[in-house]
Nanobody, 124 residues
């Protein structure tokens, strides 16, 4: 299973972008999906996640109130709506999936499948 991301780009501070992520196998339904990001010289960090059955969502403190994660059950697609973007949001954003929920959604090691990453650049 591959995860295919789209929606990154260049935007001015205060602007918005929406990222999408869908599995290459349409019948693949994960237990949880998340978004992570990695800026140059920094470690990959958790951004947001959603538990597929129930729809519970989780966010990093740095994006709460600005980013929204959502899912489309029919398309097995997860979205990340990013509003009020800041230059410090600039990073390569990765989609990730847990085929079976590990009980934790914050650590990269709990995710089995990863996308190739999509670049988000926010100019000041």
């Amino acid at each position: 299973v591959q995860l295919v991301e789209s929606g990154g780009g260049l935007v001015q501070a205060g602007g918005s972008l929406r990222l999408s992520c869908a599995p290459s196998v349409r019948t693949f339904t994960p237990d949880a999906m998340g978004w992570f990001r990695q800026a140059p010289g920094k470690e990959r960090e958790f951004v947001a996640a959603v538990i597929w059955s129930g729809g519970n969502t989780y966010y990093a403190d740095s994006v709460k109130g600005r980013f929204t994660i959502s899912r489309d059950n029919a398309k097995n697609t997860v979205y990340l709506q990013m509003n009020s973007l800041k230059p410090e949001d600039t990073a390569l954003y990765y989609c990730a999936a847990q085929p079976y929920y590990s009980g934790s959604i914050y650590a990269t090691g709990n995710y089995h499948y990863w996308g190739q990453g999509t670049q988000v650049t926010v100019s000041s």
